[in-house]
């Protein structure tokens, strides 16, 4: 079967790191959608008139894949980055310095991920550490921001359990050590790190540890790393000093296998020493790594953020913020931090959607009621309802992960719906482990948009619930005034309340806040 209509394919220059680039100019077919880039532009998708995205050393401070798929069925992908636009009824991508590869075999949305999957990434037949998605994860970081220490994270995970929150997993966030590259708990903060992470176990937690890939500069580490030729370089003579949210540093060069020796090597010390479980590995965004940087091996900014990507594969209990092509592994991603705001809580559901359309199955909803604690300053008072339908957003997503702590900022009744929500996952976790396992092997997102399961039946641009595989729509409240519209596909529908519905039919209802609209399909 033949693409459409292609009008145009021809070479031509480009800056980036060849001697050509490739261009490609695709017909959009009446009704036809298209879907990919980057997840943070999730609440953009489908692409419309105008839009435009450069992957090349941009992953959008999230996951992001050389890869567009539409709901007819076709699909495109290049193994590097490239520039992609729309324009009238043309998708045009210009800038690919390596083949393009546009496929037209499929008919639905799924069938295009399905067909993209096989070919150029294959689920791996692994799966993340799976108390990961069993249990509720909990990140220190909002509690305690740049103040990680040993008393107020052992107070922190007793209260979680003191409150009637199950134990799971506990992520230790930034600004244990030192300084970055010194891979020890720091003295002034942690009297017995290694008795912490132990104390911690016995209440029935896992413990990750938040590392990134940069090295602080005028340090003893830097001193050697450079000496060895391990870091980054902006010349023969001196490194690259990149500028990142926490100031400037070197990094890591991980083009170097004696770099990435030096680097897991500390990371295992730290699991032998210290007791810890895994590792939650920040940034490495595509977008700090400057284009002409000198490597050990020839490496785009892209390339880069791949081989962070590849540190985690040592450790079953991992978690990513930022990624670029690692579709297919047994690789935790998390959406990219959200703000404290309605309007944030509106981008989970396309966020982790296009996640899953560019293979990255397990995935994390960002933290609850937000992760972005700039958004917290100045703040006397959360807003309580939004930290309530947070929660119930994240409940039936692969994972769900607390931060700022419900039973410090919540009223009684407030924080009695976080747990039930928590309750409510608890029901539906054997169905998500159960998808978690297919996706290791199949590849198949555990979170679907609702086009993805109903293809031609007009979900193309919803962005308000999604499909918990093929069994369960989900449609969480994401408004302040509770107000809802819910479509449900063809096909015989039992929701939460027990209604037998039939669809096609549009819902319109004021949810109440201790409610999670879920409909079963069941026939």
């Not at 036809?32 to 450069?54: D, H, I, R």
């Not at 540190?311 to 703000?339: C, F, S, T």
């Amino acid at each position: 079967m033949l693409l459409g209509k292609v009008i145009a394919a021809i070479l031509v220059t480009t800056t980036c790191h060849c001697s050509f680039a490739q261009t490609r100019t695709i017909e959009i077919k009446k009704g036809e959608y298209w879907y990919g880039g980057a997840v943070t532009e999730g609440q953009q998708m489908p692409l419309k008139e105008g839009y435009s995205f450069n992957l090349y050393a941009n992953t959008g401070g999230n996951q992001a894949a050389p890869l567009l798929l539409s709901s007819s069925g076709r699909y495109v992908w290049s193994d590097e980055p490239f520039r992609f636009e729309v324009h009238g009824d043309v998708l045009e991508i210009t800038n690919a310095t390596a083949p393009i590869d546009v496929d037209a075999t499929g008919h639905t949305l799924r069938e295009a991920f399905l067909n993209a999957a096989k070919k150029h990434f294959p689920a791996k037949g692994k799966l993340p550490d799976t108390l990961l998605i069993t249990r509720p994860q909990y990140n220190t970081w909002i509690e305690l921001v740049y103040n990680q220490n040993q008393a107020d994270i052992l107070k922190y995970a007793n209260a979680i359990l003191a409150n009637g929150f199950p134990a799971g997993v506990l992520m230790i966030d930034d600004n244990w050590g030192d300084y970055y590259g010194r891979f020890d708990f720091r003295k002034d903060r942690f009297e017995n790190a290694a008795a912490m992470v132990d104390s911690l176990h016995k209440m029935g937690f896992k413990v990750m540890l938040w590392i990134s890939p940069f090295i602080s500069p005028d340090t003893e580490v830097f001193r050697d790393l450079l000496s060895k030729r391990l870091l980054l370089m902006k010349d023969a003579s001196n490194p690259a000093i990149l500028t990142w949210w926490n100031g400037y540093s070197a990094v890591m060069d991980f083009t170097n296998p004696a770099a990435k020796e030096w680097f897991t090597g500390r990371l295992d010390y730290m699991v032998h020493t210290y007791h810890l479980d895994g590792f939650k590995l920040d940034a490495g965004d595509a977008d700090f790594y400057p284009p002409a940087a000198i490597s050990f091996a020839k490496a785009t900014p892209n390339d880069h953020s791949r081989l962070w990507g590849e540190i985690g594969l040592h450790y079953a209990l991992n978690e990513y913020r930022a990624m670029w092509k690692m579709a297919g592994e047994p690789l935790v991603q998390r959406l990219r931090d959200k703000q404290h705001t309605w309007a944030d809580v509106q981008k989970l559901i396309p966020h982790i959607t296009l996640a899953g359309l560019l293979g990255y199955s397990f995935t994390c909803p960002d933290m609850i009621g937000g992760g972005e604690f700039g958004s917290f300053i100045g703040r006397d008072k959360l807003d309580e309802e939004l930290v309530v339908r947070s929660a119930q957003c994240s409940a039936l997503m692969p994972m769900m992960q607390f931060s700022v702590a419900p039973w410090r900022v919540l009223s009684k009744e407030h924080l009695a719906i976080v747990k039930k929500a928590v309750e409510i996952r608890a029901q539906y976790t054997p169905y998500i482990l159960q998808l978690a396992k297919a996706a290791a092997v199949n590849g198949e997102p555990i979170v679907r948009s609702l086009e993805y399961v109903f293809p031609g039946q007009g979900f193309a641009e919803v962005k308000g619930a999604f499909m918990l595989g093929d069994k369960y729509l989900v449609a969480p409240v994401m408004t302040k005034d509770g107000k809802q519209t819910v479509v449900l596909p063809k096909g015989k529908w039992k929701s939460d309340k027990g209604e037998i519905l039939k669809g096609p039919k549009t819902i319109e209802q004021i949810v109440p806040l201790d409610r999670l609209p879920v409909y079963e399909l069941i026939k």
